[in-house]
């Protein structure tokens, strides 16, 4: 059955019961890994399959010499290549200046002014206490025409618009196209 198909109610009590069913899911889950590490046999038809390997360039400068030197790479295309991490940059930051707070959040903020892309992960669903606007798509597209916000346009805006009263939807007869 569709979730379309069940009353408001029952989305609201599925939306408050899965947190606790897939935090219970994963602690199983993590036990029998436990007992797969411990002996391998223990669940028929199932093993442990490695984790992905990761590297991390922890040399930087040497790196930068031998694109440099050794390939003739220019430092403009060797910039590209790199990602600045926020939270290790606020680490150096506080470090040098010794600042904390609201000062280290303006000294991070000047550091970084013009040259941050801000994107938008995709939408997540929360309990919303009742006295919270809803947000809609006129105050994203307000937020879109005043910087704040995802990128978006007026086609998105009524897209979501249509979607969300398709959401709020009781029956098939309140849906607007």
């Known amino acids: 059955m569709s979730a379309r198909d069940w ?6 009590l599925f939306l408050e019961r899965e947190r606790q069913l897939r ?3 994963q602690a199983r889950k993590e036990e029998i890994k436990a007992l ?9 038809g199932y093993g442990l399959k490695l984790g992905r390997t990761i ?55 000047a550091l970084l002014a013009g040259c ?3 994107t938008r992960a ?7 206490d009742t006295e919270s606007p809803v947000r809609t798509p006129s105050t994203h597209s ?8 995802a990128v978006g ?9 249509r979607e969300l009263e398709h959401s709020n939807a009781r029956s098939p007869s309140e849906i607007t196209e």
């Open 7 to 12: 009353s408001p109610e029952e989305r609201a």
């Open 23 to 25: 935090d219970w899911l």
């Open 36 to 44: 797969l590490l411990e002996k391998p046999d223990s669940v028929p």
């Open 55 to 109: 590297e991390t360039i922890t040399d930087p400068q040497q790196v930068w010499q031998r694109f440099n030197r050794q390939l003739g790479g220019s430092l403009e295309s060797f910039l590209t290549c790199i990602k600045v991490g926020k939270t290790k940059l606020k680490e150096e930051l506080r470090a040098l200046t010794r600042h904390r707070g609201t000062v280290l959040e303006a000294d991070l903020e």
């Open 116 to 118: 941050v892309e801000i």
């Open 122 to 128: 995709a939408a997540s669903i929360e309990a919303m």
């Open 142 to 149: 307000d937020e879109v025409q005043q910087g704040r916000g």
């Open 153 to 161: 346009s007026r086609a998105a805006c009524d897209r979501d618009q």
